[in-house]
C-alpha cells in the first residue's frame, strides 16, 4: 500500500511538473454547485524550481466579468452536446501577483467531461488553460502591423536573402499592376527600367549587404511596360537568433507626378508658360551673362524691348484667350525673325525683349529691329483660321554706350519704345539721353491729368465744317484743350495717350462728351438747328464697357436729339478691332447717331471693307490735303477715295484745309464738306455760335467755282 502512495505521489509530481513546464494549469468545474478547482504550478521568487498551489472559488471570482458570460455560452454547448470539448479564451486573475498593467492574463481553456450523472449528464468537465497572454500580444501586434501594411500609399515588399519576392502589400500592387501571386518567387530586378545600366539593385545589394539599409530614387516598370520614377528605402532585418535567413523590406513610393511637378516648378521659375520663352527672371540671368562676355571681349550687347501696339485694344475686343494665342503666334515669328542664337523673352503682358550679343555697330541693332517690323507686316495666324494684324514698336539700348548694368539697359530700352510709340508707332527708336527728360515728363504729366477736370484745366473749342455746295456751316469738331497752370498748353497728342494709359481717358471722354452735347443744345436754342456736333471717341471708351448707354444717357440728360452727335474713330483703331468695332457701331447708329472715320488714310483698311461697317461720314486726312496741287499722287488719291466713298453712299470731309486753292480743287473733285484753317480755326462754344450766326451762307460760295459737271 506504500508503494502505492508512493507512486502516485510521485506521479501527482510529475504531473505538476508537467504544467509547470508547459505553463498551464489545470482545472476541475462541479456544474451543480458551480464550483472550480484549480491547480498550477509557477517558479518560486527564487526561480529554484517550480512552486505548486491550488484553490477552489466561483468562476465569477476568477474569471474576468467582460469574459463570463461566453465562457459560460461554450460550457453550456459542450454540455449540451453542441460541442466536442469545451474551449474557450477568456481572462483569468492572477493571485494576487501584479503584472504591470492589470492582475488578468490571457488563457486558452480545454477540457472534456470525466463525471456523468446515473441519467448521462455531465457531472464534472476538467482541463487545462495555457497562458496566452504574451501570444496574444504578438497576434495583436501582428495584426496591426499587418492592417498597416494593407492601409499603407507606399508599395512594401519583402524578399528574401536572395532578393526574390515573399510577400508584397495591396499599394504594391495598386503601384506596379503586378498581382502579389505574380512576384513571389522572382526576383526584385523585374521591376527595373532598361534606362538604369547598370542596373540600380547592384549598388543597393552591395549597401544592404555592407550597412543594412539604402535610400535612392530609380525608375521602374509597371507591368504594362510604363515606367515611373520610385522612391525607395531598403533595409535589412538580420536572421533570427534560433537560425534562418535575413530578409529585406523594401518600401516603394512613385514620385514621378511628384518630380514632374517640381520640373514644372523650375522650369515656370525660368519660363513664360503661355509663350514658353524665358521669363524676366532668366532674362536677367541671361543679361548679366552677356554684359559680362561683352566686357571680357570689348564687345556690344544690344537690348530691343518691343512692345505690341494696341494690344489692350485686340485682347478685349477679341478675348483674352485669342489674345493669348496671338501672344503665343508673336513669340514664334519674333524668334524666327531674330534666330535661335539670341534670347528672345517675354517680359509681361505684350512686352517682348530681344538681347543680341557680339554687336559689332550700332546700326546691326537697328537692323534687327526693322526685320521685326517688317516681320509683321504679314498678319499672324492665331490658329483658328483668321489673320490678325499686329505691329510693334522697339525701343534700342546698347551695352556700354548707354549703361553699364542689366536693369539700367531695360530701363533704356522701355525709355526708346515710349519715344518710337510717340512718334507714330510701329517704329524703333534708339536710346538717346534726351529720353530720360521725356519720361520724367510724361510720369509728371500724367500725375498732373488726373487732377486736370476738377482744377478746370482742361476745356473744349470746337472748329466749324462747311459744307462746300452750299457754303453752309453744318457742323463743328470739338477739340479737347489742356492748359496747365505748371506746365502751359500741352498738346493732345501728348496728353491723350497718357490718359489712355492711367485709365483717364473714360472720364476725361465722359466730360468732353457732355460738354460738347451742352453746346449743340445751346445753339440749338439760339436757332442752329441744322448744325451738328463731333466729338472724338478712344479706342477704350468703344471696345471697353458699353459707351453706347453712356452716349444714350448722355442725349437724354442734355436734350440733344441723336441726329445732331456724330462720332470720330480713327482709322488705325477700327482695323485693328475690325470684327469686334463693328458690332459695338451698330449701337451707336440704333441710337441714331452719325459715325465718322477720321485721318482716312493713315490705316490699311479698304472702301470695300468699310461698306461692312455702320459708317455715314469718311474724313480724308490733311497730309493727303496737305499734297494737293504739289504732289500728283495725293490728288489721285483724294480724287478716287471721294469717288469711292460716294459709291458707297458715305460723306466725304477733308481736313486740314489752309487754302483756297485746295478748297477749289475739292470743290472740283466734289468733295461734301472740309475742315481746316481755312474755314476757321477752333474757338470756344459762344464764339463758335456767333462765327456760325455771322456767316452768310453765300460767302464761300463767291470765292469758288460752281462744282464741275460729272
Known amino acids: 500500500m506504500r508503494r502505492v502512495v508512493v507512486w502516485l505521489h510521485e ?6 511538473l508537467a504544467l509547470w513546464a508547459g505553463g498551464q494549469r489545470h482545472w476541475d468545474f462541479h456544474i451543480p454547485d458551480r464550483r472550480l478547482r484549480y491547480l498550477v504550478a509557477r517558479r518560486d521568487d527564487g526561480g529554484q524550481g517550480p512552486h505548486f498551489g491550488s484553490g477552489e472559488a466561483d468562476p465569477a471570482a476568477v474569471i474576468h466579468p467582460d469574459d463570463l458570460p461566453a465562457v459560460a455560452d461554450a460550457m453550456q454547448r459542450y454540455v449540451a452536446g453542441d460541442a466536442s470539448e469545451f474551449l474557450s479564451e477568456y481572462r483569468v486573475r492572477v493571485d494576487g501577483r501584479a503584472t504591470g498593467r492589470n492582475n488578468w492574463v490571457w488563457v486558452r481553456a480545454r477540457g472534456r467531461a470525466v463525471e456523468h450523472g446515473p441519467d448521462g449528464s455531465i457531472l464534472r468537465v476538467a482541463g487545462t488553460s495555457l497562458d496566452i497572454d504574451r501570444s496574444r500580444a504578438v497576434e495583436r501586434e501582428n495584426r496591426i502591423a499587418s492592417e498597416v501594411l494593407r492601409s499603407m500609399n507606399e508599395a512594401v515588399a519583402v524578399l528574401d536573402a536572395r532578393f526574390n519576392f515573399l510577400s508584397v502589400n495591396p499599394a504594391f500592387s495598386r503601384i506596379t499592376g503586378y498581382a502579389a501571386a505574380e512576384v513571389v518567387g522572382r526576383d526584385a530586378r523585374m521591376l527595373d527600367s532598361p534606362r538604369h545600366q547598370p542596373s540600380p539593385g547592384v549598388a543597393m545589394r552591395a549597401a544592404l549587404a555592407r550597412e543594412g539599409h539604402w535610400s535612392g530614387e530609380t525608375w521602374q516598370c509597371k507591368d504594362d511596360g510604363e515606367e515611373f520614377l520610385c522612391a525607395v528605402e531598403a533595409v535589412t532585418v538580420p536572421a533570427p537568433d534560433d537560425g534562418g535567413e535575413p530578409m529585406h523590406v523594401l518600401v516603394l513610393n512613385d514620385i514621378t507626378q511628384h518630380k514632374r511637378a517640381e520640373e514644372e516648378l523650375r522650369y515656370l521659375a525660368s519660363f513664360d508658360a503661355l509663350t514658353n520663352l524665358p521669363n524676366r527672371s532668366l532674362l536677367a540671368e541671361r543679361l548679366s551673362r552677356a554684359v559680362v562676355r561683352a566686357r571680357r571681349a570689348g564687345a556690344r550687347v544690344a537690348v530691343l524691348f518691343v512692345d505690341l501696339d494696341r494690344f489692350k485694344d485686340i485682347n478685349d475686343s477679341l478675348g483674352h484667350a485669342m489674345g493669348d494665342r496671338i501672344l503665343r503666334a508673336v513669340a514664334e515669328r519674333l524668334q524666327q525673325t531674330v534666330g535661335p542664337g539670341q534670347t528672345v523673352a517675354r517680359l509681361s503682358g505684350d512686352e517682348f525683349t530681344v538681347v543680341l550679343e557680339n554687336v559689332a555697330d550700332p546700326a546691326d541693332a537697328e537692323r534687327v529691329a526693322r526685320e521685326i517690323i517688317m516681320a509683321f507686316e504679314v498678319p499672324v495666324a492665331p490658329g483658328d483660321g483668321r489673320e490678325v494684324s499686329v505691329s510693334a514698336s522697339i525701343g534700342i539700348s546698347l ?31 534708339r536710346y538717346d539721353d534726351s529720353m530720360e527728360a521725356a519720361i520724367r515728363r510724361r510720369a509728371v ?6 487732377k486736370a477736370i476738377d482744377r478746370g484745366e482742361l ?3 470746337y472748329q466749324p465744317r462747311q459744307a462746300l455746295a452750299t457754303s453752309r456751316i453744318t ?24 490718359a489712355e494709359e492711367n485709365g483717364m481717358i473714360f472720364e476725361i471722354g465722359e466730360w468732353v462728351l457732355r460738354e460738347a452735347c451742352l453746346a449743340a443744345r ?56 475690325a470684327d469686334q468695332a463693328a458690332h459695338r457701331l451698330r449701337a451707336f447708329r440704333e441710337l441714331g447717331v452719325a459715325l465718322a472715320i477720321d485721318d482716312f488714310g493713315t490705316g490699311y483698311s479698304s472702301l470695300a471693307y468699310l461698306k461692312r461697317l455702320p459708317i455715314t461720314t469718311i474724313k480724308i486726312d490733311q497730309s493727303f490735303i496737305a499734297d494737293l496741287g504739289h504732289a500728283p499722287e495725293g490728288a489721285s488719291i483724294t480724287t478716287t477715295v471721294i469717288a469711292m466713298a460716294h459709291g458707297l453712299g458715305l460723306g466725304v470731309v477733308a481736313e486740314g484745309v489752309e487754302s483756297e486753292a485746295q478748297a477749289r480743287y475739292l470743290t472740283r473733285c466734289h468733295c461734301d464738306e472740309i475742315q481746316g484753317f481755312w474755314v476757321s480755326e477752333p474757338m470756344d462754344a459762344a464764339s463758335c455760335m456767333a462765327f456760325i450766326h455771322a456767316r452768310p451762307p453765300s460767302a464761300a460760295a463767291v470765292a469758288l467755282p460752281a462744282p464741275a459737271a460729272s
Open 11 to 16: 506521479c501527482e509530481r510529475s504531473f505538476r
Open 399 to 429: 551695352y556700354p554706350d548707354h549703361a553699364q548694368v542689366p536693369t539700367e539697359l531695360l530701363k533704356r530700352a522701355d525709355a526708346a519704345m515710349y519715344q518710337a510709340k510717340a512718334a507714330g508707332r510701329r517704329t524703333w527708336m
Open 445 to 450: 504729366l500724367s500725375g498732373a491729368l488726373h
Open 459 to 461: 476745356r473744349v473749342v
Open 475 to 498: 457742323g463743328a469738331e470739338a477739340l479737347l484743350r489742356w492748359t496747365s497752370p505748371e506746365h502751359g498748353e500741352i498738346p493732345p497728342a501728348e496728353f491723350i495717350p497718357l
Open 522 to 577: 445751346h445753339w440749338r436754342d439760339h436757332g442752329l438747328l441744322d448744325v451738328a456736333v463731333s466729338v472724338n471717341m478712344s479706342a477704350l471708351q468703344l471696345l471697353r464697357g458699353d459707351f453706347a448707354e453712356v452716349v444714350r444717357r448722355m442725349l437724354d440728360d442734355t436734350g440733344l436729339p441723336p441726329h445732331a452727335l456724330e462720332l470720330e474713330l480713327t482709322e488705325s483703331m477700327l482695323m485693328a478691332n
